[in-house]
């Protein structure tokens, strides 16, 4: 009977301890003051007001609630505004996710850092988001990628880019995106071998002053159009702003060109485009990269911009696609201000998202920097919901990727894209040198 008594008595206790756990049961500890006290309750009544203990670590851009992501954007580098589009896909992607609950319950939000298309304050940046205070993991759409990947990468930050503007970029390993930059060695025949089949042989290339991405991707151009047996007849650089028409197409009909390969903003192409045909020029081919995929643009330009070619590495509105359909939903409900006319800019943000947002949700109950990475440097798939092309192999790294581009033509009234083949073109690999 008395072993019985002290077993009663012990449990007496011990139920005693739970149940008088607030209070500090059997606890002499400082207070947040620093005062003496037999009681702790202002932390316990807190974990209990938030249902109970953090399950995880303190880490950077995490906590119980919500996860931090950052934004890096260049928005009005060069003309227009391809940043705020593709800020609104993000925004998208985002706002659907936090519909469904976020990611393992936590409401995810970013901080937005512009950087004005210089690669400096794409530095500065990167370097406020790897902070203290920064993010999980950081999307950027920016034609000065070069500056913050260094700094990311240092701080352990996976970076998923929208446009690897900078060659240089691809080379961290932090670094990811659904696409191959486009100037990356070593380059596809594939926009050379577009042209000569339009009946082009004599391409002028044309890049903006002081951005070194798309003289990179102009260079690869160059690559590609002799590797498909054509003459490069001019590398022009424009400068920023607004286009000296009479200029740009007195340098076209000097170098004898039958053709444009352009790597510039959306709006500065349907210049370019507007200006050769006030000019008669009579061009076989104007091509536009995938920024001038732009439904805006082209209904500010018009019929003069009929027959001009662009090219994109998702799979292009025009398919309709249950994938696209979603897209399209979650923009007018989380940036009704981009689902009007929507932009390829767009969607490229949600695909970027969409990828990071993979790398979290595969990085467990309690996401860590160094376990996103880990995440999305063993993602072997990855078809963004059925948006890309074709599915990639993240875990392979950027030069890993294929260059395979869907081609678009303006329609002859000025008012649509339609696909110039039914299934993408990817090209030969055209050796370095």
Not at 102 to 119: A, F, M, N, P
Not at 180 to 201: E, H, I, K, N, V
Not at 394 to 404: D, I, N, Y
Request: with cysteine.
């Amino acid at each position: 009977m008395r072993r019985h008594r002290h077993s009663l008595a012990a449990a007496i206790a011990v139920f005693t301890c739970v149940v008088l756990a607030l209070t500090g049961c059997g606890t002499t500890q400082a207070s947040s003051t620093g005062n003496a006290s037999g009681t702790n309750t202002g932390g316990l009544l807190h974990q209990v007001e938030q249902g109970g203990p953090n399950p995880c670590q303190p880490t950077k851009g995490v906590d119980r609630d919500s996860i931090n992501l950052g934004m890096v954007y260049s928005e009005s580098a060069f003309g227009g505004d391809p940043g705020a589009q593709f800020r609104a896909g993000v925004d998208a992607r985002l706002g659907e996710q936090n519909a469904h609950g976020g990611i393992s319950g936590r409401t995810l939000s970013y901080q937005v850092e512009d950087d004005h298309g210089l690669t400096t304050l794409n530095a500065t940046a990167g370097r406020t988001l790897a902070g203290p205070d920064g993010a999980l993991g950081v999307v950027q759409f920016s034609s000065a990628s070069g500056g913050s990947a260094p700094v990311l990468d240092a701080a352990g930050v996976p970076l998923v880019d929208g446009q690897v503007s900078d060659p240089d970029a691809a080379s961290h390993s932090n670094v990811f995106s659904y696409s191959r930059p486009m100037g990356m060695q070593p380059t596809s025949s594939g926009w050379g071998d577009f042209l000569y089949s339009r009946g082009a042989r004599r391409v002028a290339t044309v890049a903006v002053q002081l951005s070194a991405g798309t003289q990179a991707m102009a260079d690869a151009a160059q690559r590609s159009a002799r590797a498909a047996g054509m003459r490069v007849a001019a590398t022009l650089l424009v400068p920023p702003g607004e286009l000296d028409a009479d200029s740009f197409t007195e340098q076209i009909r000097s170098a004898n060109a039958d053709s444009i390969l352009a790597f510039v903003p959306a709006p500065m192409f349907y210049e370019i485009a507007i200006a050769v045909r006030n000019a008669g020029l009579g061009l076989t081919a104007v091509l536009g990269n995938q920024s001038a995929y732009s439904q805006a643009e082209l209904a500010a330009a018009g019929t003069k911009a009929a027959g001009v070619y662009t090219f994109v590495d998702y799979t292009p509105f025009e398919v309709n696609s249950p994938a696209h359909q979603r897209f399209r939903a979650a923009l007018g409900a989380y940036a009704p201000q981009a689902a009007t006319v929507v932009d390829g800019n767009a969607l490229i943000g949600w695909i970027s998202a969409d990828l990071l947002l993979n790398g979290i949700g595969a990085a467990g109950r309690c996401p860590t920097r160094a376990t996103v990475l880990a995440a999305l440097r063993h993602l072997t798939r990855y078809d963004a919901g059925g948006l890309l092309l074709s599915p990639i192999d993240p875990s392979k790294g950027l030069g890993a990727a294929t260059a395979c581009y869907d081609y678009l033509r303006v329609n002859k009234d000025g008012t649509t894209f339609a696909p110039v083949n039914t299934t993408p073109r990817c090209g030969r690999v055209v050796p370095a040198g």
